[in-house]
C-alpha cells in the first residue's frame, strides 16, 4: 500500500484528505498537534496513524522521520494558518508567525522527509490558495504566505527532477471548514486588536472584508471537494504543476490571468467595497 503523510491532520481539508486517502488504501500518516483532533480522526478509519507535528516545532522534525517507513510515497503540506488585517496594521510579530508557519514550517517539514520520498520517487502536494495567485484586500499577509509557497514550489519541482520527485500546488476557493467558519470572529478580533485610527481609516474595508465572507459563506465548498483534487495530483500519472479546486477558484485565477492590473485592482476594490 501507498504510503503519506499529511501535515494539519486534525480537522478541515488535512482531515478530509487523510480520510479519502486512507479509504482509498494508502496507509496515512496524520500529522496532528492535539490529541483530541487526533483521537477524532484514528477513529474515522483504522489505517490512519497519529504523528504529533506542530510544523514550528524543531523536536517534532527531528522525530519524524524515525516515526515513518523508510519510503514515503506522498508528503501533503497542509498546515496554515490566516491572518487579517490591513498591511498598515499588522503587528511584525504577527507577520513572522504568518511566514513561521506557512512558509517555512512547509519546507521544515518537506527537507525532513525528502529522503523517504526519494527512496520512493514519490510526490509533494502543496494546499495553496487562490490567495497563492490573486490578492485579496486585507488579507495581504495571508496571501503573501501563498505567492511565497508557490515560488518554492515551482523551485522544488525543477531542483528535484533528477529524482522524479512529482511537486503540484492545489489551489482551493472557498471551503467550508472550521477555519472558514471561524473568520467572522477572527474579523472582530481583527477590528478590536487595531488602533482607533486604523479602526477609523480601515472602516469600508472591514465592512467590504465582512460583505466577502457573507457572499462566500453559502458557496464554499465541502472539504473532500479539495481532497479529491489532491488524490488526483498524487495518483495522476503526469501530474500538474497546479490544481485549482473548485468553480470560483478557476474564476478567480482566470480573472487574473486576463485582466489588466488596473482593471483588477479596480474590481477587487469594488467587491471589497473600497472604491
Avoid at 67 to 94: K, Q, S
Amino acid at each position: 500500500m501507498p504510503t503519506a503523510l499529511i501535515t494539519g491532520a486534525g480537522r478541515g481539508i488535512g482531515r478530509a484528505i487523510s480520510v479519502r486517502l486512507a479509504r482509498a488504501g494508502w496507509t496515512v500518516f496524520a500529522g496532528v498537534r492535539d490529541d483530541a483532533s487526533g483521537e477524532r480522526l484514528a477513529a474515522a478509519d483504522g489505517r490512519i496513524t497519529l504523528v504529533q507535528l506542530d510544523i514550528t516545532n524543531d523536536a517534532h522534525l527531528s522525530a519524524l522521520a524515525d516515526r515513518l517507513p523508510e519510503r514515503l510515497d506522498a508528503l501533503v503540506n497542509n498546515a496554515a494558518i490566516g491572518l487579517l488585517g490591513p498591511v498598515e496594521a499588522i503587528p511584525p510579530a504577527d507577520l513572522r508567525r504568518q511566514l513561521e508557519v506557512n512558509v517555512v514550517g512547509q519546507v521544515a517539514v518537506t527537507q525532513a522527509v525528502l529522503p523517504l520520498l526519494r527512496a520512493a520517487r514519490g510526490r509533494i502536494v502543496f494546499i495553496s490558495s487562490t490567495g497563492g495567485r490573486t490578492v485579496v484586500p486585507m488579507e495581504g499577509a495571508y496571501c503573501a504566505s501563498k505567492f511565497a509557497l508557490e515560488g518554492l514550489a515551482d523551485a522544488l519541482r525543477v531542483e528535484l527532477r533528477p529524482w522524479h520527485i512529482g511537486v503540484s500546488l492545489v489551489e482551493p476557493g472557498p471551503t467550508d471548514t472550521g477555519s472558514w467558519r471561524d473568520v467572522p470572529k477572527m474579523i472582530d478580533d481583527m477590528e478590536q486588536g487595531m488602533s482607533p485610527a486604523h479602526r477609523e481609516l480601515y472602516s469600508r474595508h472591514t465592512a467590504g472584508l465582512r460583505n466577502v465572507v457573507s457572499r462566500f459563506g453559502s458557496r464554499a465548498m465541502a472539504p473532500d471537494a479539495v481532497a479529491q483534487v489532491v488524490e488526483r495530483a498524487l495518483t495522476a500519472r503526469r501530474p500538474r504543476a497546479r490544481y485549482p479546486a473548485g468553480a470560483d477558484a478557476h474564476v478567480m485565477i482566470a480573472m487574473k490571468a486576463i485582466l489588466p492590473t488596473r482593471v483588477g485592482d479596480a474590481v477587487a476594490a469594488g467587491v471589497g467595497g473600497v472604491r
